[in-house]
Structures are given as structure tokens and as C-alpha cells.
């Protein structure tokens, strides 16, 4: 637990800086318009941003299952909380770290979706900087960006803000229905 917490911190600016370097790249190629170096160029921003995701792939997988299971042992708390007739704070104030923990792994995840979403509206941003006469090399950049399918990846698996909507959404329905089932249990 304790090295969960600086790692997640540590993704967390890693992925930050692939989102500065990202914006600095569409920016660059705003201001030169040079579509045919923006390929080139390209191609090292997302080697970079598949290497990233690949290096930390599993610390990022065991910081996603110990604060799963860190949402579940809060879960148990809470429901031992509420069952309970003598509550002590104190009781549950031991897992304020598993709670840290959730939410820089939330924040992680929300991060990691963000830059692959990212990199899936560059396309359109391209396609509308203003040229002169109809580009063939803007044109290819956008498809080139478009068939590149850059993002974060973990274990192969596309990172993106649906997967993280899926992810937010059986969390709610487990959690809600855990405090279903001991709010009834509490009443008998």
C-alpha cells in the first residue's frame, strides 16, 4: 500500500506530460503547417505515448485491482458502520489510505482515457486548419493519424471514455447495491 500511492502519483504526471507533449505537437504543427514533417514527427509522438502505456501497463493493472479491492473493503466498512449500534469514527477512519488509493486510481484511469480520446480528435483538428488550396499531405496526416489508432494501451486493450463510463457504471450499480442490501439488514 504504501508504494501504491507514489506510483499512482507517479503515472499520473507521466500521463500529464504525454498530454503537455501532445499539445505541444498539434500546436507546433499549427503554427508551421509543414504536414509532411507532422508524419514524421508523429510517428515519435505516439512510439512515445505506446511506450509509456507499455512500461507501466502492469503497475497500472495492480493499482487498478488493489483499489477495486480497496472499494471493496471500503464497501465492507460501510456497511459494518451502518450495522452496527455503537459506531466509532475511529472504525473507519483506518481506511482513508484505501479511499487516496481509489481516487488516484480513478484519476489515473480518467487520465489514460483523456490522452487516447486525445489522439482520436486530432484527425478532425487537422482537417480543419485552413490551407491555401486543398492539401494532399494535410488530407494523409488526418487519415495517418486516424488509422494509427494512437492511445494508451494496457495488456493490448484500448484505454478510452467509454471503457472508463462501463468501469464507473458497475462500480455504482455494486456499490448501490451493497448499501441496498445492508440498509435493508439495518431495518430488520
Known sequence: MTLLVPAACLQCRIISALDV???????????????ADGVVTWNTVQALIRKAGASFANMFITIQVCALLGCMVLATQGITFVLQHDRSWLDITGTLPLLLLASLAGCLLLQCAWITDKCAILAPLINQISTAAMDEARQYLARYLTDSAAGI????????????????????????????????????
Open 153 to 188: 494501451y494496457v495488456q493490448g486493450v484500448r484505454l478510452d471514455m467509454m471503457m472508463v463510463v462501463n468501469i464507473v457504471y458497475f462500480l455504482a450499480v455494486t456499490v448501490f447495491s451493497f448499501f441496498g442490501v445492508a440498509m435493508r439488514l439495518a431495518n430488520q
Open 21 to 35: 507533449f501532445i499539445d505541444v505537437w498539434s500546436c507546433d504543427l499549427c503554427e508551421h503547417r509543414d504536414f
